[in-house]
């Protein structure tokens, strides 16, 4: 049991985080605070948290476990602004997409306090975003990557497993470096496929015709292109890395589907189909198995 969480980022991700911990009895007092103040205000009418704080650093004050909610480019200037309150005792969690950048702020900016921050990245979210979108169960049955460092203490690395074991959720650890190269490929590459698909279909002169004949097929595959703009922006960029290096495979795969359709080689073409559908199908088999 905590005595006080502090939110930083009262939006989808931590207001669900808030309320999960509170649903599961961990927690007795939510101190959030947003950059807007009405989003701060919005949920603690919500019953999201039960303090507004007026600053990131009063929302940690007191707080012996706390979430870091934000864009991952404001990852640096929010450790920063906290700095002065962090103690040894204290657990600090993100929930950021990509971690060598969120790592790499941290150790600039906690120093010697870098000890208490678990980098967490959840495998939740919502097209959608907002506190009004918060839900205790958007972390049930997920799986969340911890990337802990030679500095993090084990006490706080503990706790963060025990925390979102107790929320319903699979706990797997990882190095930052080798999350970030596995999540440009199966998270990050998709939405930029997503995000062109979507814009190289609407710019066309009957973009809009073409997709008011688009069935669920279009829909499941493009759902991800709603994703929020600015925080894809930021992901996008901080693992742009490893990104361009999954978009140059991605693109050599696409070239050579191009070179089977455009030369005729039915065979050649169907081997390629079937190797994606073999792959799919033992990739959905080993999920449902776990």
């Not at 006080?4 to 989808?12: F, H, K, R, T």
């Not at 979102?164 to 999540?183: I, N």
């Amino acid at each position: 049991m905590f005595e006080q969480l502090g939110v930083i980022g009262c939006g989808l991700m931590g207001g669900s985080f808030a309320l999960a911990l509170r649903r599961a009895g961990l927690v007795k007092r939510v101190v959030g605070y947003s950059k807007s103040p009405s989003t701060t205000e919005r949920a603690r009418a919500l019953g999201v948290i039960d303090i507004e704080a007026p600053s990131a650093l009063m929302a940690i004050s007191g707080a012996d476990i706390v979430l870091i909610a934000v864009p991952v480019a404001a990852t640096e200037a929010t450790f920063k602004a906290i700095k002065h309150l962090v103690t040894p005792q204290m657990l600090i969690m993100d929930v950021g997409s990509t971690k060598r950048d969120v790592v790499d702020a941290g150790r600039r900016a906690l120093r010697e306090h870098i000890g208490s921050f678990v980098p967490a990245h959840p495998i939740a979210g919502r097209e959608v975003s907002g506190v009004e979108n918060a839900d205790a169960e958007l972390y049930q049955d997920r799986q969340v990557i911890l990337t802990p460092i030679e500095r993090t203490q084990t006490v706080q690395l503990q706790q963060a497993v025990d925390v979102w074991t107790a929320l319903g959720c699979r706990v797997v650890k990882m190095s930052p470096e080798s999350h970030d190269a596995a999540f440009a490929a199966v998270s990050h590459l998709p939405h930029l496929i997503s995000f062109a698909l979507m814009n190289a279909i609407s710019g066309q002169p009957r973009g809009k015709d073409f997709l008011s004949l688009a069935g669920p097929g279009f829909r499941d595959f493009t759902r991800i292109a709603a994703s929020d703009a600015k925080m894809w922006r930021d992901v996008l960029l901080s693992n742009h890395e490893e990104l361009i290096g999954q978009l140059k495979i991605f693109q050599r795969n696409l070239q050579a589907l191009e070179l089977m359709i455009s030369s005729g080689n039915s065979e050649a073409l169907e081997g390629l189909i079937e190797q994606a559908s073999q792959a799919r199908a033992r990739w959905s088999m080993s999920k449902h198995q776990k």
